[in-house]
């Protein structure tokens, strides 16, 4: 059955420190593969996708995220944190037929000063 | 204003209670969904439509019910409410039939069901 792990549930980093959450997936096909970032009282915002082609996608908000599949892997990263990216973030893999999303556990982020 | 629609936005309710939380979207998408937010579980879907008259079940769509009125409204219902219902509830639109296309997601419901 097809799934996605996110290992960390909660991470704290330091406003200008690097950051990379974890996504593991399980899916038979090639996979559609997505990040999404929920704000406090807010809906989920689509940072970045992976459907083919380079595995370096590029998102907003200056993330981007690596699309490994000898890892089973789509690990969202930042170079630089700021303290506005203080969220809970979901990866989430899509079904190729049906359209469907499956969503990781989630990792809520925290950023010190 | 916002493209996908939630309303109401919280609810306290008492158990056994019936409730409608109803989703509206100006995206023109035909598929519609519903998940549930728990804390450490993700999103969970409910139940999900991909057009007016297709109608589908999710993991989780035991104690809920659906209407889809129009292409642009779907609406989800709690026949008799109880308290690990309590979640925040979110509706979904996406536009086509591959799973390719990102989910355009509401603002969330806030449920608590005493």
Not at chain 2, 86 to 114: K, M, W
Request: hydrophobic letters at 30%.
């Amino acid at each position: 059955a097809q799934s996605v792990t996110q290992p960390d549930i909660h991470i704290t980093v330091s406003e200008g420190a690097s950051l990379e959450l974890r996504c593991n997936y399980s899916y038979g096909a090639t996979p559609y593969l997505f990040w999404y970032v929920q704000s406090p009282g807010q809906g989920l915002q689509l940072l970045l996708k992976y459907f083919s082609g380079d595995t370096l996608v590029q998102g907003i908000k200056g993330f981007e995220a690596e699309f490994k599949r000898s890892q089973s892997s789509f690990n969202l990263r930042k170079p630089s944190v700021h303290w506005s990216d203080a969220a809970e973030y979901f990866c989430a893999v899509g079904e190729s037929q049906g359209g469907k999303l499956i969503f990781g556990q989630g990792t809520e982020l925290s950023v010190k000063p | 204003d916002a493209d996908v629609t939630q309303t109401p936005r919280n609810r306290i309710t008492k158990t056994g209670k019936r409730i409608m939380l109803e989703c509206s979207q100006t995206k023109g998408h035909d598929r519609m969904y519903w998940y549930r937010q728990d804390p450490g579980l993700g999103l969970r879907l409910i139940y999900y439509s991909f057009d007016v008259k297709d109608i589908n079940k999710g993991e989780i769509s035991d104690g809920y019910s659906v209407s889809r009125q129009a292409q642009a409204k779907f609406s989800l219902s709690l026949e008799s409410a109880i308290p690990n219902q309590t979640a925040l509830y979110f509706c979904a639109t996406s536009p086509s039939e591959v799973g390719n296309q990102p989910q355009h997601f509401g603002d969330g419901t806030r449920l608590s069901i005493l």
